[in-house]
């Protein structure tokens, strides 16, 4: 076996563990996952705190405190919505009830031939009741708590996630020196050079996604209130920052906006015209606001933009989509090496 063969198995074994290896811990991975590509995020501002003299693992837990501020403002925003929404749904549902039995009853029998004989006046009480004794939003979690373990072990990923990201940060220089000393001192140069044009690809999408989150926001909240809807600014502001996570956003906001508008307008029109500005916002979003702001920042075309979101949501899912993009700017800096490589290959120069 000639040396370079001998080595190409090397690589292909290595290969092959670490492949069994993700995919035996692939579990346990998504905590340490989301914790490093937190990192990834929040290393910028560490890094600047640490140029204005101060100790890392103080700049580490004041990037930490900003983000869980942010998150819990953002739960202050969204839970005085709901408790509303819910109560108002409870209060409106006997009215809802009695509507229900008046014409939508009759209707079944005399289109389907069906005939209900249902109480609703004890499934009013029996809701009204419920929702009495559970004081408002407080709700009975012990028969969702009953599922035990896979609880918990949910419970424990989430806490990892800030643990393992303090780690990250705070030793963020060290672990990539341990990678760096990892490559092969032949490819160290190449690797280098690939590795810092994806750092820069990367930062170019997290930047271009912000400008996303923003426009979307002000574009759900400006619609939003020009429809009438009384909650635009709360359901305008979470479904645009939340448009990150592929889908989530939106239907979380269409659900917010839909109990919002149900609540409000007598007529069926107006929550129509609330779900006409979510399709219109998801078209933009996903057709011109992310190939316009974040595809042209990473040399994407608009069309790979959105062949990158198809393609990746196909193969691997809801997390294909969330990571579609900033996986597709790597590949597209992969490509542009390798594309540069076999042009001066003699599989492409050979007469």
């Given amino acids: 076996m000639t040396p370079s063969r001998f080595v190409a198995m090397q690589w292909l074994a290595v290969t092959v563990v670490l492949t069994g290896l993700l995919y035996l811990l692939a579990p346990i991975l998504a905590p340490f996952v989301a914790a490093a590509i937190l990192a990834y995020i929040c290393n910028p501002l560490v890094v600047r705190l640490c140029a204005k003299k101060v100790p890392r693992t103080l700049a580490v837990v004041l990037v930490m405190t900003g983000l869980l501020l942010a ?23 006997p009215q809802w009830l009695d509507t229900a039995r008046e014409r939508l009853l009759p209707l079944l029998q005399q289109w389907f031939g069906v005939t209900l004989d249902l109480d609703f ?40 996630i800030p643990v393992a990201m303090f780690y990250m940060l705070r030793d963020w220089h060290e672990m990539l020196a341990l990678v760096d000393g990892l490559i092969p001192r032949h490819w160290h140069a190449k690797v280098s050079e690939i590795a810092s044009e994806v750092d820069v690809v990367l930062a170019e999408f997290l930047r271009g996604q912000l400008f ?14 020009l429809v009438g809807l009384e909650f635009a600014l709360p359901i305008g502001i979470i479904t645009g920052l939340l448009v990150f996570i592929p889908y989530l956003g939106m239907m979380l906001g269409l659900g917010l906006a839909t109990l919002a508008a149900l609540m409000q307008f007598a007529a069926f029109g107006d929550v129509v015209l609330v779900w006409v500005v979510f399709a219109v916002g998801q078209l933009l979003e996903g057709m011109l606001v992310t190939p316009w702001l974040v595809g042209q920042r990473i040399g994407l075309h608009p069309l790979a933009v959105i062949f990158a979101l198809l393609a990746f949501g196909q193969l691997f899912g809801f997390f294909g989509v969330l990571l579609a993009l900033p996986m597709a700017a790597i590949s597209l800096v992969l490509l542009r090496h390798a ?9 492409y120069n050979k007469p």
């Fill in 339 to 347: 594309h540069r490589r076999y042009l001066t290959s003699t599989m």
């Fill in 121 to 160: 006046n004890t499934l009013r009480n029996a809701l009204f009741s419920r929702w009495q004794s559970s004081d408002g939003a407080q709700v009975n979690l012990m028969p969702w708590l009953g599922a035990g373990g896979a609880f918990l072990a949910q419970l424990l990923s989430l806490l990892l």
């Fill in 212 to 225: 996303v989150m923003l426009l979307m926001s002000l574009f759900y909240v400006l619609v939003l209130w």
């Fill in 71 to 93: 998150l819990v403002t953002l739960l202050l925003i969204m839970l005085p919505l709901l408790e509303k929404e819910i109560s108002l749904l409870i209060a409106r549902l």
